[in-house]
């Protein structure tokens, strides 16, 4: 997405995920951190978020660049008037002081305000810029929020994205692209990383290697969820 420089460290199999190596595990892999940095092991956003030239709606809670941190607002992590969650434009630190940027990752819970910005500030003419939309709300239900038909919210988008990339495309449409899905930073504390490098290493696309239908595990934040899937009904795919 840009060529903007990083910091490297050494990624082995041998060292836990704490500290430098944790920011490793994360800068090597395409990650997301949507939720307040300071309460996980992060040092700083992952590579994959810091080669955006703008950040809009996250993470939520905080401005790590500021570094302001709203209690009040833990766990529910829901963005802030007075963090940068609500800012737009230079004004953002995550807008890396560039007032017409060519690529943008958006929460969806900021995408029409980053188009009401768009509209008035950005330059119209401009053919390069690319969207994400970081959310697991699809692009339906998206449209439908902004009262409009799926056809209407796209032509929207294109007019001053005209490449748009999202994770939860849930209807074949021209003009929006499917994005892989990220790792989820949140997901990887508490030692969730260890166990994620060795399961990424050892996985396969091979039919020996797959050989059930589903795998799913929410246990410790959707734990109904687990136990749902889990029942009698389902418990040949698991």
Not at 128 to 141: A, E, G, H, Q
Not at 211 to 233: H, K, Q
């Amino acid at each position: 997405i840009s060529s903007r420089a990083v910091v490297n460290y050494n990624l082995s199999t041998s060292a836990n995920f704490v500290g430098e190596h944790y920011q490793a595990f994360i800068d090597n892999y395409p990650t997301i951190l949507d939720d307040n940095l300071r309460s996980g092991e992060a040092l700083q956003l992952p590579r994959f978020m810091r080669s955006f030239d703008w950040i809009v709606g996250l993470p939520h809670c905080q401005d790590p660049k500021l570094g302001i941190l709203f209690m009040n607002e833990i766990p529910n992590c829901l963005p802030s008037r007075w963090d940068h969650t609500f800012m737009l434009g230079e004004a953002d630190p995550y807008a890396n002081k560039s007032s017409d940027p060519r690529t943008v990752l958006v929460d969806v819970l900021r995408l029409g305000d980053l188009l009401e910005h768009a509209e008035s500030h950005f330059n119209k003419q401009r053919k390069d810029r690319v969207l994400v939309i970081s959310s697991d709300l699809n692009l339906t239900y998206i449209a439908n929020s902004f009262s409009r038909p799926v056809p209407e919210m796209v032509v929207s988008l294109h007019k001053f994205f005209p490449t748009v990339w999202m994770t939860a495309k849930d209807v074949r449409i021209q003009g929006v692209r499917t994005m892989p899905i990220t790792l989820r930073e949140m997901y990887l504390r508490n030692g969730a990383a260890d166990a994620a490098q060795t399961a990424i290493r050892a996985a396969s696309v091979s039919s020996d290697f797959k050989t059930r239908n589903v795998l799913g595990a929410w246990g410790e934040f959707y734990p109904d969820l687990e136990e749902n899937c889990a029942s009698a009904s389902h418990k040949d795919n698991w």
